[in-house]
């Protein structure tokens, strides 16, 4: 059993809370090959995920605003586009800074890690003595792992930017990740308006109540495959993230009737 497969098996026992199967698993853990797995994409499923229930959101806001405004189809998917363009390019820049600022701080204070391991040893030591006596380790543990982990310097400095500093590494590109994004972004909050292109074209009765349903089933369908990074019930997931995008809707929509009704036409 490689350790992908095994991981999902262990997360299927969690679920059921099977002690037995859990101990097989266990049990068969030195037989397990220790290789990477889930392939570089995997990093970007919260990209994708987060990017996608944003676009809906975002998107089916506006249609649900100016539908309860009662005008024209066209405002809506003058207002829905600009919207999708605006907000997708905004969000997918917010990601590539914000990564690409983490990755910049945490590389600066690994390097005042570095350096410190280098010119002040002892103290660095005794740094991580302090900090494994407050997680709870007896004073003899605490001296075994300080002296465990500072025999390599790279797994010490590692061990410092974890236990004193709370910090991992997100190799995640930056820019990989704000484009992946502003696809997701657009691809996925263009669901409400389809059925207003599609009326560009043909006439679409009912053109709101088509909207509403595809957006419910996208809403729906992206908050269950957020399990993948979540692993909660992909039904309560899905159901979730429908109320929340439901909510908004309702909102928008409420808003864009009242201010129909105070605003002089």
């Known amino acids: ?17 099977d002690k037995v199967a859990s101990a097989h698993i266990h049990e068969t853990l030195p037989g397990v ?13 919260g990209d994708v ?10 998107t089916f806001a506006i249609v649900s605003g100016v539908a309860g405004a009662q005008l024209e189809s066209g405002i809506i998917l003058i207002l829905g586009l600009a919207n999708l363009i605006a907000d997708g390019f905004s969000m997918a820049a917010g990601a590539y800074l914000s990564l690409k600022s983490e990755q910049a701080y945490y590389d600066k204070e690994r390097e005042r890690e570095s350096w410190e391991v280098e010119h002040f040893p002892e103290g660095e030591k ?12 007896t004073e ?31 190799d995640r590109k930056p820019l990989l990740s704000g484009l992946t994004t502003l696809l997701s972004f657009i691809f996925a909050g263009a669901v409400p308006l389809l059925v ?11 053109s709101f109540g088509i909207s509403v349903l595809l957006s419910a089933l996208a809403l729906f369908a992206l908050g269950a495959a957020k399990v993948s990074i979540t692993f909660q019930n992909p039904f309560l997931s899905g159901f979730e993230m429908l109320v929340v995008g439901g909510l908004a809707s309702g909102v928008a929509y ?5 201010l129909r009704n105070l605003i002089p036409t």
């Open 1 to 17: 059993m490689n350790l992908s497969k095994r991981i999902d098996k262990a997360r299927d026992a969690f679920t059921k809370r």
């Open 33 to 45: 090959a220790l290789e990477k797995h889930g392939g570089t994409g995997a990093q970007y499923i």
């Open 49 to 58: 995920i987060y990017g996608g229930l944003d676009g809906i959101i975002t």
């Open 126 to 137: 005794q740094e991580m003595h302090q900090i494994y006596l407050e997680q709870g380790y």
């Open 140 to 170: 003899e543990e605490a001296t075994q792992l300080v002296e465990i982990k500072s025999r390599n310097p790279e797994r010490w400095i590692d061990a410092m930017m974890i236990d004193e500093l709370g910090m991992i590494r997100d």
């Open 196 to 206: 207003y292109l599609v009326g560009l074209f043909i006439a679409v009765p009912i």
């Open 254 to 258: 409420a808003i864009g009737a009242l």
